[in-house]
């Protein structure tokens, strides 16, 4: 499955953050929310799309759980774009 992932906004620290952002799968894109605990690299990422982003993957073919976890995934391997001026290493492990 190729996702990539843009992070648009990271509140919070290198223990807790809220991210929000877009992936995009087969050249749609999808928002999505995520907290991450104990640093992106790190610990745990818990990600969550709306019910009508469920809908439109669910039409393209795709299983939402394993959509949801492809995307932890990549947030945790810090596999993913971040906005200009917004650099990793203030809210993950290089």
């Known amino acids: 499955m190729d996702i990539q992932v843009h992070i648009n906004n990271v509140r919070g620290s290198q223990i807790a953050a809220k991210i929000t952002g877009t992936f995009t799968i ?4 999808f928002k ?3 907290i991450a605990f104990g640093r992106i690299g790190g610990h745990n990422i818990g990600a969550k799309i709306s019910k009508t982003v469920e809908k439109s993957l669910v039409k393209l073919g795709y299983d939402v759980n394993e959509v949801i976890n492809e995307l932890q995934q990549r947030l945790v391997r810090g596999d993913i774009t971040l906005p200009e001026g917004l650099k990793k ?3 993950a492990d290089g």
């Open 26 to 29: 087969d050249g749609h894109p």
């Open 32 to 34: 999505f929310q995520a």
């Open 89 to 91: 290493e203030s809210f």
